[in-house]
């Protein structure tokens, strides 16, 4: 189980949201190349890239960012999402060194469009659930659905997906701790390898994450909790190995 960073991008600036609140964030670095570069010397085997403006426009806008990050770690598993809603914009991505696109509200708009995705960038499409009370949310979690985010992964069950990345929109941003239950629960439903996301808090998060992998959980995405020193990401990381030996 990978313990991912997360690096979130808003206007050209690493930030943190609270519940996914553009007006409720905390700005934590004005470089986030050499945010980047913090956390790889940290240990991070991948990173998670947020491009908040783009989640809202519907587009790309923080790319330049992302690209530069890419650029300066060629060899780094990056996953990027934000602002994907074309076959054009994921090939862009791809073309520019990032290995994994997220597609998050065009993957509950339109479920067809991850197929097509998937056929055309076969192992490097990840489905983006983020969800408030067991409803798929939208459009940077600027709408909430009736769509039950079960239902929707396992739509996408034999689409070829490489994992799905679950938020808890209610636990993220609020240190309060991770859902652990939800997100095996979903893991188990769906068929379909699943990273956490929302709430990491501590060490005691990952334990419970890492405890219950064989359900099909394959990491964990930290964000204010490794910003603000109540987890540490290289202990974190032996934390999931050792325990992922003992199994």
């Known amino acids: 189980m990978l313990v991912i960073p997360a690096i979130d991008l ?18 934590f670095s004005d470089d986030p190349v050499a945010m980047a570069t ?9 990173l998670h890239l947020v ?14 960012i992302v690209r530069a990050i890419a650029s300066a770690y060629p060899d780094l598993s990056i996953q990027i999402g934000g602002g994907i809603r074309s076959l054009d914009t994921i090939r862009a991505y791809l073309y520019a060194g990032v290995e994994f696109v997220i597609i998050g509200t065009k993957a509950a708009k339109d479920p067809q469009f991850v197929f097509d995705a998937c056929a055309e960038f076969p192992g490097h499409i990840i489905v983006g659930l983020d969800a408030k009370d067991g409803k798929v949310a939208t459009d940077g979690w600027a709408e909430v659905s009736q769509i039950d985010v079960i ?4 739509k996408f069950k034999d689409a070829g997906v490489s994992a799905i990345v679950y938020t808890d929109i209610s636990r993220d941003g609020m240190m309060q701790g991770v ?5 095996a629960r979903l893991a188990n439903a769906c ?9 990491v808090t501590d060490l005691e998060d990952v334990r419970a994450l890492a405890q219950v992998a064989a359900a099909g959980i394959c990491g964990a995405i930290t964000g204010r909790a490794i910003y603000e020193g109540t987890l540490d990401l290289r202990e974190a990381q032996q934390l ?6 003992q199994r």
Not at 51 to 64: K, M, Q, R, S, V
Not at 240 to 245: F, H, Y
């Open 10 to 27: 808003k206007d050209g600036q690493c930030v943190r949201l609270r519940q996914g609140l553009m007006e409720d964030s905390t700005v």
């Open 38 to 46: 913090k956390w790889v010397e940290a240990g991070a085997r991948r």
């Open 51 to 64: 491009d908040l403006n783009g989640a809202f426009a519907g587009e790309p806008i923080n790319g330049d």
């Open 151 to 154: 239902d929707l992964a396992r």
């Open 179 to 183: 859902n652990v239950d939800a997100t």
């Open 191 to 199: 068929g379909i390898e699943v990273i956490a996301s929302g709430g």
């Open 240 to 245: 999931c190995d050792e325990l992922v030996k």
